[in-house]
């Protein structure tokens, strides 16, 4: 009896369990991680997936390659136009297929557009989580002018299906320009409000500055691809890397930061909100003329072969990976999902900060749960 | 005595970092043409969607109530989720031939995923999508829709 209370109230062995998710704000949809807790100090974390569990990869094998683009929508739905058109670029790789200068300007324009909204809610959120409420409503009130054009060319708002093997649904929307020119205009003069806001605040540099540190090598040795990877140093983008689409033909840098910590985490993003709308407006006023899609065949077969084709989404590096043995329907599809790696980083960088650092960390690597279960 | 003047810094720096935040909030106060909010269910009358956004797959008839699905059922086949199913039939036509027509073009709006294939890749046109965004029912079998009104024909010179 008097060896339990021993045991109790001895420091080493007191580690306390608690279920954080899967149904918790901050986890940012049903991602539930098991944490060790020692007094207010993390000691360890479990990730427990699955809950969002679609069998993406399993039913893309017997559905047909135009079929497929639709569900990747739903896998980052954040960026769900860059999520399809990594498929699209694979298919029409896989067939040497030459694509029109319209349809690549059309998608790269695209691809910013959606950068920029998922920085938006990410910003959004990461603000909501450290208990600013006034981020969130900034936030989505801005990204609201993104999605609106999104809804007027793509018929979606944020599920927008708009490529399609061999180019885009439609063509781009007669206000498309003058509406974008209009957003970068404004969203140029609302940006230095977010750092106002929340860059500059006090009480947020005390709680992300040297929070949740990711050395260089580590970063390279888990692979945390995208804004996490660079900001600590890690050169990964696939834009300047592995150019795809008409990032070969416009001037824009890299965002690198070294620190590693969440505030260098949040920084890359917000440069990079910056960086998109310079690459916006290199391609706004020169959209080629042409066609905006490419006749393909009713049914499209890929040869037999496996393809592989990465692009940058808002998150990292994702790679479709194809087998196809002739038919209609590829043989095996695996998606390399930037969430997925990221979150294997989660445990090795949040070790030893207080729990509340834990929801910071979380918030600034910039999770997707779909992404992470497809 | 130096640790005293960084205390002293670091708490006007805090103040001061604060009220910048502050006056950006702040100065929504005082323009109030920047608000976005809108008062949904009171505006509904002029609410006007754009023209491609994705509200639900309809079948347009034109006044003489004739469509121009022929029954091919393409659209059946693109469908990922098995949300259209075309049930055709057969009829004679005036000069005495068997032509193939639809019975039913039954939509199920619980299971689309708004793809647009079906949309797109029609031959003749028959499928457009409507603005309707208030999808909300009390019972679920009413999400299953039959596209062609009753009574309807295909329309003259679509084949």
């Known amino acids: 009896m008097e060896e339990k209370v021993k045991d109790i109230t001895s420091d080493e062995q007191q580690e306390y369990v608690i279920n954080m998710g899967p149904q918790h704000p901050s986890t940012h949809g049903v991602l539930r991680l098991v944490v060790s807790l020692k007094g207010e100090i993390v000691k360890n974390i479990e990730p427990h997936i699955g809950y969002i569990h679609r069998g993406i990869e399993k039913m893309c094998e017997s559905i047909t390659y135009p079929q497929i683009i639709h569900l990747t929508d739903r896998m980052d739905y954040l960026s769900a136009h860059i999520n399809n058109e990594a498929v699209c670029l694979n298919v029409e790789k896989a067939l040497e297929m030459d694509i029109p200068d319209r349809i690549k300007v059309i998608r790269t324009i695209m691809s910013e557009l959606t950068r920029i909204q998922s920085h938006q809610l990410w910003w959004a959120s990461f603000g909501m989580d450290l208990g600013g409420l006034t981020c969130f409503f900034y936030g989505l009130r801005d990204r609201e002018k993104i999605l609106d054009i999104f809804e007027e060319t793509c018929g979606g708002r944020m599920l927008v299906s708009y490529n399609c093997p061999g180019g885009v649904m439609y063509d781009i929307h007669p206000n498309f320009q003058k509406r974008v020119k209009e957003f970068i205009k404004y969203?140029?003069?609302?940006?230095?409000?977010?750092?106002?806001?929340?860059?500059?605040?006090?009480?947020?540099?005390e709680r992300s500055k040297g929070i949740g540190k990711l050395s260089l090598e580590d970063a390279i040795s888990y692979g945390v691809t995208g804004p996490s990877g660079r900001a600590s140093g890690f050169s990964c983008?696939?834009?300047?890397?592995?150019?795809?689409?008409?990032?070969?033909?416009?001037?824009?840098?890299?965002?690198?930061h070294t620190e590693g910590d969440t505030f260098s985490r949040y920084i890359t993003r917000i440069d990079e909100m910056w960086e998109s709308m310079n690459i916006i407006e290199q391609l706004i006023d020169n959209i080629p003329e042409g066609p905006y899609s490419v006749k393909m065949k009713p049914v499209i077969k890929l040869p037999e072969g496996e393809y592989y084709?990465?692009?940058?989404?808002?998150?990292?590096?994702?790679g479709v990976y194809i087998i196809s043995d002739g038919n209609k329907n590829p043989y095996r599809v695996k998606f390399r999902s930037p969430n997925f790696v990221n979150l294997s980083v989660f445990n090795h960088i949040t070790k030893g900060f207080k729990i509340a650092d834990l929801v910071?960390?979380?918030g600034s690597l910039d999770l997707v749960i779909p992404d992470i279960d497809r | 005595m130096r640790s005293i003047i960084n205390y002293l810094k670091e708490?006007?720096?805090?103040?001061?970092?604060?009220?910048?935040?502050?006056?950006v909030t702040g100065s929504y106060f005082f323009r109030p043409s920047t608000i976005v909010t809108q008062k949904y269910p009171s505006n509904r009358k002029d609410l006007v969607m754009f023209e491609r956004f994705k509200g639900e797959v309809v079948m347009p008839?034109?006044?003489?109530?004739?469509?121009?699905?022929?029954?091919?059922?393409?659209?059946?086949?693109n469908c990922p989720n098995g949300t259209i199913e075309?049930?055709?039939?057969?009829?004679?036509?005036?000069?005495?031939?068997?032509?193939?027509?639809?019975?039913?073009?039954?939509?199920?709006?619980?299971?689309?995923?708004?793809?647009?294939?079906?949309?797109?890749?029609?031959?003749?046109?028959?499928?457009?999508?409507?603005?309707?965004?208030?999808?909300?029912?009390?019972?679920?079998?009413?999400?299953?829709?039959?596209?062609?009104?009753?009574?309807?024909?295909?329309?003259?010179?679509?084949?």
């Open chain 1, 187 to 205: 969203f140029r003069k609302i940006l230095p409000e977010y750092d106002q806001l929340l860059s500059g605040n006090v009480i947020f540099h």
């Open chain 2, 11 to 23: 708490i006007i720096l805090g103040v001061w970092s604060l009220l910048k935040g502050m006056k």
């Open chain 1, 237 to 256: 983008d696939v834009r300047k890397h592995e150019p795809y689409s008409a990032y070969d033909r416009i001037i824009f840098k890299e965002i690198l």
């Open chain 1, 309 to 318: 084709q990465r692009v940058e989404t808002a998150r990292g590096e994702l």
């Open chain 2, 86 to 159: 075309v049930i055709s039939k057969t009829i004679i036509t005036e000069d005495g031939k068997k032509k193939r027509a639809i019975d039913k073009h039954i939509y199920r709006l619980g299971m689309c995923t708004f793809c647009a294939l079906c949309v797109k890749t029609c031959p003749s046109n028959a499928l457009a999508f409507s603005q309707k965004f208030e999808h909300a029912v009390f019972n679920r079998a009413h999400l299953i829709k039959t596209l062609n009104k009753p009574g309807s024909q295909l329309m003259k010179g679509v084949e």
């Open chain 2, 61 to 77: 008839h034109n006044e003489k109530n004739e469509h121009k699905c022929t029954g091919c059922g393409i659209c059946e086949l």
């Open chain 1, 360 to 362: 910071a960390i979380g």
